[in-house]
């Protein structure tokens, strides 16, 4: 999984005043937690354009006072009205324990249901992937190469090694269903 690099200032006081200064300042307040100590930082809010605004999962490689931590975001919190960054919380990674992600769904191949009219319907476009960070992926291929008109991909048929999908077995990831144009021209073969 690809990575980005980011780094951030220490900050002195926590608390609403000194965060809303930050703000003022083009800085977003920051935790990492997941380690031995929850690290309190600021960060550039346009450093984190390229993490926040992407479909791309990202591991974060955060420097503080010198110290590099690779993590994850966690949560993010925007204002309700300007839906500026306001808050950002990230998880230290340990490559010895699991971490659940939501990783993209790529769909490859062209269904032979679309081709004779069928309507292709993806339901899920991210699904929850639980690995070490080692093994996490950029995204999850799912092949429509044998999806017929009325056929589905659930996530009980995608099996990707060393990753545990943590989604509802029977949730269906992507299907073929009739089209308006499909049932009219079936409507009228059978007035034949």
Do not use: C, W
Not at 98 to 127: A, C, F
Not at 130 to 135: G, H, I, S, T, V
């Amino acid at each position: 999984m690809k990575s980005i690099a980011i780094s951030g200032s220490p900050r002195e006081n926590v608390g609403k005043r000194d965060a809303k200064e930050l703000r003022y300042q083009g800085l977003v307040p920051a935790v990492l937690y997941g380690g031995a100590t929850q690290t309190h930082f600021a960060v550039s809010a346009a450093d984190l354009r390229t993490v926040i605004y992407t479909p791309v999962v990202h591991f974060i490689d955060i420097e503080v006072a010198g110290k590099k931590t690779q993590a994850i975001i966690k949560d993010a919190q925007y204002h309700p009205l300007t839906e500026q960054l306001i808050h950002i919380d990230f998880l230290e990674l340990d490559q010895n324990k699991p971490v659940t992600i939501e990783i993209p769904v790529k769909l490859t191949g062209t269904s032979p249901g679309v081709k004779v009219g069928g309507k292709l319907v993806q339901k899920l476009r991210k699904l929850r992937v639980k690995a070490l960070p080692k093994d996490h992926l950029d995204n999850i291929e799912v092949s429509i190469e044998s999806l017929e008109v009325g056929k589905s991909v659930r996530v009980s048929d995608i099996k990707v090694p060393n990753l545990t999908i943590t989604n509802a077995q029977e949730d269906t990831v992507v299907s073929v269903t009739t089209s308006r144009a499909l049932r009219q021209a079936e409507q009228e073969n059978r007035g034949k």
